[in-house]
């Protein structure tokens, strides 16, 4: 009887806590922007379609939270280079999947294994900006949903996994503003390898756009140097040099 009523209060443990796990806060229901307040989930950010990243006029960070398990997050960074002033860094991200809320409070980020992108732009190391598939889970240690009292809005703070507080988010939008929640670019492999299909169609693990990221932090790009050009320019006045050596 012991062992039968520690086996059924074991099972209750489990269950308890898969419940828990399974509970989804009403609270954080919505899209949640930074304090900028131009950056935000869904089509202004990411076009799927066209395999497009739309640049916001300014950085900042959107997670979108659905009351059904679902995520999508956005984020748009300026990356200042102290030593070299002239060679700053623009980063885009987009993905999106499930959440969870584990039973000790910590939220669990699963994002689509293919969906997520990323859009780098490093004008001092690349003519062009790289573009490649993303993914990346997140585990938030805490989270808490409160008013704020100087703007008196509903204000998300996210805390890391070691405890540490991301930027404060404010709610933008009830219900959220997002894309599809499922799986929009599938492809044959998980990994979305370049091998060809049945229908003769593939999809880029890797690929290089011309680069979208020129406002404010992004230099402009120079025009590529003619080698051909430069090489007969120098042809030529290594003639004209010689002609000059023999009349003077």
Known sequence: MPHLLRSLLLAGTVLTATVSAAAIDPKLTGTWSTKSNKVFTGPGFYDPVNE?????????????????????????????NPAKPQCPQGIMQFQHGTFKKASNGSLLLSPFE?????????????????????????????????????????????????GSPMIPMYLAFKPPQMLPTVTMNPTATATGSTQSTGSGKSKRNFEEIPWPLNHQVMSKRRAPIDADKWWWVGVGMTGLGAVGYLCF
């Not at 497009?52 to 950085?59: F, W």
């Not at 009351?67 to 960074?77: I, L, P, S």
């Open 52 to 80: 497009k990243m739309l640049e916001p006029s300014l950085p900042g960070i959107s997670y979108s939270f659905t009351d059904d398990g679902f995520y999508e997050e956005a984020h748009y960074r300026a990356i200042g």
């Open 114 to 162: 293919v969906d997520g992108r990323q859009l780098l732009s490093s004008p001092c190391q690349y003519d062009t900006s790289l573009y490649t598939r993303y993914k990346q889970p997140e585990m938030f240690a805490r989270y808490e949903v409160i008013t704020d009292p100087y703007h008196n809005v509903q204000r998300l703070n996210l805390y890391k996994f070691d």
